[in-house]
């Protein structure tokens, strides 16, 4: 009797998705592929019941377009070909020489484990009997040996060859390090340009001549620039740029073999969904994250707030609080507040759950946990500007929902006074707006607070921005 595959069905059932759902995700994967699928529930029940220990080639790429995780990682099993499997032979096929390699079908070849199996065992076949006179010629193999080691050094030489200055990549390094710990304290409209351009560098430097792990490390720095535009363009409000910076990150980051850096490309992925208004997106793209984040991290502390926040949107209580307390477990050994991009800290998850408070209409714990935030933003030694606006927002949120419309105008325009007011901030701004005019439109400080809004509004409207066909530019390799 087959084993289950409880991997598989357990990754479907984080995804949210049914049966008949996956089926159809994997039929809309293989349609995008140019590959013809027909999955049905009962294809994705056999896969599950373990009754298809590897499936064709084509269903696996669609497995794996659809999870982002390897077949490997799915709970199944590459199988060797038939004919090499013990006590197996065709009834109808001719004897085969001993120790010759055989297939069943050419449907095995497949398989890139099968194809390199069968290669060998070809070349295996493919080789003569060593013959006397050979033999007996064995002295004169030494110049031929001689010339072979001289080649086997020219083959070493151009393994090494790169055309990567020195220090290329410790400076990629440093310069990495410095936009991410300088991000919250800078303009995003006066750092986007500095970023592009190493981003293109970087893509130039890809299609140059490289050494392996060169190319490796290359594809991880080109992530983590994207990861960076794509906070900049979700901070310029462009969530169609961010979205598809996010999504090169993760092409990069999975090609790299960098887990954490995929964690992170999600990370950003679900806050642009979820000022999007895309809350199941978010969802997703938080679950994905979370499950690649390595375990302690800064990143895996983000990706289980984002979880919590997005359910919380989606209105689900106990599954909000389950992440949230899964989060806070996870913060003990990091520090209370974190300055540089890529960084986890309780001051966040406050934060996070100050929004997430106020989506489940409980205005009273909201206004709690936006006071903590703002409590320790004020005493930090480097400010978090944008973090800190957000905070008082959420508070005046709170306050207008318990009945203080007065101090809910004069906490918002402090938060409009802040130095870097962002995309996020103009909607959560708009938000208070909306609740204020909407209950409380006579009072003078809502007025006050709806001229500087609006004013807002009319600066971000009219901000100086890149040609369009820069603006929509996809990122490059």
């Known amino acids: 009797m087959p084993e289950p595959n409880d991997v598989l069905r357990g990754v479907r ?26 999955c049905d529930v009962r294809l994705v029940a056999k896969w599950e019941a373990g009754e298809v220990q590897w499936p064709q080639g084509r269903y696996r790429r669609a497995l794996e377009a659809v999870t982002g995780m390897p077949c490997t990682a799915l709970g199944f099993r590459p199988h060797p070909p038939r004919s090499t499997r013990r006590g197996t032979s065709s009834p109808t096929s001719s004897p085969s020489p001993a120790g010759a390699f055989t297939v069943d079908s050419t449907r095995d070849l497949e398989d890139p484990v099968q194809r390199r199996e069968f290669l060998a065992g070809a070349l295996a076949m493919a080789a003569p009997e060593p013959r006397q006179d050979a033999l007996d010629a064995v002295g004169a193999l030494g110049s031929v040996l001689g010339e072979a080691a001289a080649e086997a050094l020219e083959f070493t030489r151009r393994a090494g060859a ?36 190493y981003r293109r560098r970087v893509a130039e430097l890809i299609d140059g001549r490289h050494t392996l792990r060169e190319g490796r490390e290359l594809y991880a720095q080109a992530g983590w620039l994207s990861v ?7 901070d310029l409000g462009d969530p169609r ?52 984040a390595p375990r302690g991290t800064a990143a895996q502390v983000r990706l289980l707030g984002q979880v919590a926040r997005a359910h919380a949107r989606l209105g689900r209580r106990e599954e909000f609080e389950d992440a949230r307390r899964r989060a806070e477990h996870t913060l003990d050994q990091l520090p209370g507040h974190g300055f540089p991009l890529f960084s986890a800290d309780a001051v966040r998850l406050s934060s996070y759950a100050a929004s997430a408070y106020l989506w489940l209409d409980r205005p009273r714990d909201a206004l709690r946990h936006a006071e903590e935030a703002i409590a320790v933003y004020e005493q930090a030694p480097r400010r978090s500007a944008t973090r800190e606006a957000i905070a008082r927002l959420d508070l005046s949120l709170a306050l207008a929902r318990l009945g203080a419309p007065d101090g809910a105008a004069q ?55 890149s040609e369009p066909e820069d603006r929509w530019a996809r990122p490059s390799r």
């Open 228 to 234: 960076i535009l794509a906070w900049l363009a979700h």
């Open 241 to 292: 740029a961010a979205e598809a910076y996010a999504l090169d990150a993760w092409e990069h980051a999975w090609q790299a073999e960098h887990l954490e850096l995929c964690a992170w490309a999600m990370d950003v992925r679900a806050t642009v969904a979820l000022y999007d208004g895309r809350p199941e997106d978010a969802l997703d793209a938080a679950a994905r994250g979370a499950r690649y």
């Open 411 to 465: 906490t918002g325009l402090a938060a409009l006074m802040s130095p870097r007011l962002v995309d996020a901030v103009r909607v959560r701004a708009g938000e208070l707006d909306a609740v204020l005019r909407g209950r409380h439109h006579g009072l003078p400080e809502v007025r006050d607070f709806h001229e500087r809004y609006v004013a807002l509004v009319k600066r971000a409207a009219l901000r100086p921005g």
């Open 162 to 197: 790169s055309e990567l200055g020195s220090g290329v990549l410790e400076h990629l390094e440093l310069v990495i390090h410095r936009f991410s710990g300088s991000y919250a304290a800078t303009r995003p409209a006066d750092v986007w340009p500095q970023v592009r351009w």
């Open 13 to 38: 059932e984080s995804l949210n998705l049914g049966q008949g759902e996956f089926a159809a995700a994997i039929n809309r994967a293989g349609d995008a592929a140019g590959d013809e699928l027909r």
